[in-house]
């Protein structure tokens, strides 16, 4: 059973007002657009988002599986780095040296079961088909957008280094890989005019490709949306970008998992005839 509108109010105003606990203390440049969407619409909210990190965590000697809460930071970074700064980074080991590469991630709360379900669909649709979602017993709905690309492997052994700077170089460049395709995965390269309130953004114009299906598929359930952000948007061209992903969306429904992989790389054109 969904929770007022009321009380979701109530839940959103407190996490947007609270101060930003990330270490980076911001939203990601590359996903503020994203967020300040989802923000804006009242039955929505984000609770985290990172574009993405090249992580070297120390975690304590014999401590196991490495875990954030009890490890030392010794280098993070959200754009492709160099070896030289991981070998210089790992001088300072101490215990268990991982190196690790986070992908793109989004957490948003959602009012409805049907409205995750929606960001769900776009998420996939998108590309990032590791999301899920959760429902806690105080009926929180939490949506969880997730990629399947990382990397984490073991440096060090108790402050001693396990592996040559030659690997290091090897796995430096086996993370800014997946960084770049990380990037991709968000940007696709697709170029159209900022929206509304997002035009005075100091976001690129190149928009995330999640972006554009999320903004459809909202404009699809509710007209009023897109006209809101963009007057000069006309009632026909809003019908049209909302049929356009009912259509879509109905179709990939009926497919198989084996389908919608085959048809993966045809999704952006689908994608660029909401803005044709």
Not at 6 to 33: M, P
Not at 244 to 261: G, I, L, N
């Amino acid at each position: 059973m969904a929770v007022s509108m009321e009380t979701f109010a109530q839940w959103k105003n407190t996490t947007l007002e609270k101060l930003d606990q990330s270490r980076k203390g911001s939203v990601d440049e590359r996903a503020r657009h994203v967020v300040c969407l989802l923000n804006s619409q009242e039955r929505f909210f984000t609770t985290s988002s990172c574009s993405g990190r090249i992580v070297l965590m120390d975690g304590p000697p014999e401590g196991g599986v490495v875990q954030k809460k009890d490890c030392r930071w010794l280098f993070i970074s959200h754009d492709p780095c160099r070896s030289e700064d991981l070998v210089s980074a790992l001088s300072r080991s101490s215990g268990e040296a991982v190196l690790k590469f986070e992908a793109f991630v989004l957490h948003v709360q959602c009012h409805r079961l049907e409205d995750a379900q929606l960001l769900h669909s776009v998420a996939v649709n998108s590309g990032f088909r590791n999301s899920g979602l959760t429902v806690s017993r105080s009926g929180k709905i939490i949506m969880a957008v997730r990629s399947t690309h990382g990397l984490e492997v073991p440096l060090s052994h108790g402050g001693k280094l396990l592996v040559g700077a030659e690997y290091v170089h090897f796995l430096t460049q086996k993370a800014n890989q997946k960084m770049e395709e990380n990037f991709r995965r968000i940007h696709r390269s697709v170029r159209c005019p900022l929206p509304g309130r997002l035009k005075n953004s100091t976001a690129s114009e190149t928009l995330l490709r999640f972006f554009q299906i999320l903004q459809a598929a909202l404009t699809a359930e509710s007209p009023d949306l897109q006209r809101a952000e963009d007057p000069a948007v006309t009632p026909g061209e809003q019908e049209n970008q909302a049929a356009v992903y009912r259509r879509r969306r109905k179709r990939q429904q009926s497919q198989t998992h084996a389908e919608r992989d085959e048809e993966d790389s045809c999704s952006l054109d689908d994608c660029l005839d909401l803005f044709s």
